[in-house]
C-alpha cells in the first residue's frame, strides 16, 4: 500500500521545521508565524523566545540537537565527543550516499546524534541529544555507536548520562546492521546501570521503533515533551495491520504516561531546572 | 536464487515451525504458559526440556500449523505479554544454571493498539537489556522469518545460527519498498538492498553459523547445540556474559 500525504511528526512535515538561534539579524520583527496547532499569527521571534514553543497553546516543534543543548547546558560547559564518527553506506544500499549528503545539508551534522560531556545546573553530565533533522533522527550504525561510546565513558568516569531521543527508528538503509545498534547500545546501557549510575532521558516528539525498543525505555527516569508522538509502531503502520483508525490521542506521551511508561510530562522551559533537580537528588548521601 | 526467493521460502506454508524443532531436537519438552502479569501468549512458547542430558529452557515463537492455530498464535507477531513471558523464563534458566536456547520465526513484533497500551516497545527493551547480562549460555537460531525487533527480543545470545533459507532484516522487504519508494511492488529490489539473505548476514558477522537444511537437519542442530552448549557451560559466567558484550560491540562499528 502506498504512503498518503504525511500527517503525523513521523512521515515529517517540512513546512514547520523552524531553525532557532539563526542568526538573529536575519528574522526580523516582520517575519510572522502561525500556529499550525492555534491558528494564532504573532512574530516569529516570539517564538523563538520561548524555545520554540507556542506562547498560546504551549505545542512544541521541533528543534534541533544543537539548540536543545543551548538551552540546556551551562553556558559553555559542552565538549563535543566522537563528532570525528562518519557513516557510510555500508551495505550500497540503493540512493543512500545521496540522503546522507542531503541529511548533512540539512542538519549541518555529521550524524543524528550529538555526545558530550557538560554541566547541568553545576553538575557534571554525559549528554546525548538526538537531530530531528537528520533523516528524523533515524539509528545508524554510528548512532549506536556514539551513544555506545557515551555510555561506556559514562561508565570509566561514574557519571549520569542524560539522553534527548527524538527518531522514526532504525535507519533501514543500514539493514540488519541498525537493528543490531539495539542490542549494542542496550548492552552498554546495562553496564552503566549495574554501576549505580543514573540514565535520565526525555522523549521528544516522535520516539518510536527501534529507538522506543531499546534506549528511549530503558532509562531510570523517563521524562517526555508535552503531545510527544511515543510509539513502537507509528499509527500508519497499525492502521495497515488491523486496518482501523488508530485514535489520535492513544500514542502521545500524556496517554503513554497513562498506561504507566512515562514518569513525567515537562515542558521545554522547565527541562533544564527539572533534569538540575533530579540529577542533584541522585548525588550520593554521605553521612 | 536471489533474496527475495528466500524471503518466499522462509514465509512458505509447510516449512518446519518452532513446534517441529522442540519436537525434533528436544526431548520431555513441558510446555510453561502465562507472563505472570496479563496473560499467556501463544506466539511465544516456553518450556524445559532435555538437549541430550542437559536440561534446558527453550523458548521460541510460533507462527502456527493449520488457520485456527494460526489465529491462536496471532501468526508469531508476540504481544509485549510475550516477550515477558520469554524473560521470565531466561530470568528462571539464570538462577537455576540452565542454558537457554531460543528459536526465532516471526513477521514481527505485533502492531496493534493493545500492543502499544502495554508497551511493546518497552517489553523488546527489556529484554535486550536483561538478555546482555544473563549469566547462562543462550544460543539463537533462525528458522524462519526474523522480523525486526520482533525476532531480535529473542536473539540476543553467545551466537546466532540461521537456517539458510532463513531471513533476518530491520524491515519486511515490503515495508521498505513503501516507505522509501512508494512502491510496494518493488519488494524484490528491496530485498535485495536489505542484505537478509543468510550469507550477507554471516559476511557482516551477524550469524555465526548457516545450517544447511536437508534430511539431517534435526541431528546436526541436535549436536552443533550440544557441543557449543557444553563448551560454553564450562566458561566462566563473567567471562560468557563479556563475550556476549563484545559480540554485540562491533557490530556496525564502521570507524575502527
Redesign the interface.
Known sequence: ???KRPKNSLEGNPKIQLKLFKDKSDTTDKEMFTCKKCKKTYSKNELLESLNVCPFCNEHYKISARERLNILCDSVSFTEHYS?????N??G???YDEKLAEARKQSKENESVVCGVCTIEGIKTAIFVMDPFFMMGSM???T??KI?RLFEYATDNSLPVVGYCVSGG???????????????V??????HS?MNNLYLCVLTDPTS??V???????ADIILSEPKALV???GPR??EQ??R?K?PDD??RAECVME???IDNIVGRKSQKSYIGRLLKMHMRYEV | MNAYDHVLIARSKGRNTCIDFIKEIFTDFTEMHGDRRFKDDMAVICGLAYLSDIPCTVIGLEKGKDNNDKQKRNFGSAHPEGYRKALRHMKLAEKFNRPIIMFVDTPGAFCGIEAEQRGQGQAIAENLYEMSAIKTPMLSVLIGEGGSGGALALAVADEVWMLENAVYSVISPEGCASILWKDSSKVKQASENLKLTADDLKSLGVVERIIEEDETIFKNLHDDMYELIRKNLKLDKDELVLKRYTRYRRMGNLND
Do not use: P, W, Y
Open positions: 500500500m502506498l504512503f570525528e564518527l562518519v557513516s557510510c555500508i551495505l544500499f540503493e540512493g545508524g550504525s554510528v549506536g555507536e555506545t532504525a535507519r533501514m538503509q543500514e539493514g540488519i546492521l541498525s537493528l543490531m545498534q539495539m542490542a549494542k542496550s548492552a552498554a546501557v546495562k553496564r549495574d521503533g527501534g522506543t525498543a531499546s534506549f528511549a525505555m530503558q510509539c513502537f509502531a503502520v497499525i495491520t488491523i482501523k488508530v492513544i500514542q498506561n504507566g511508561f
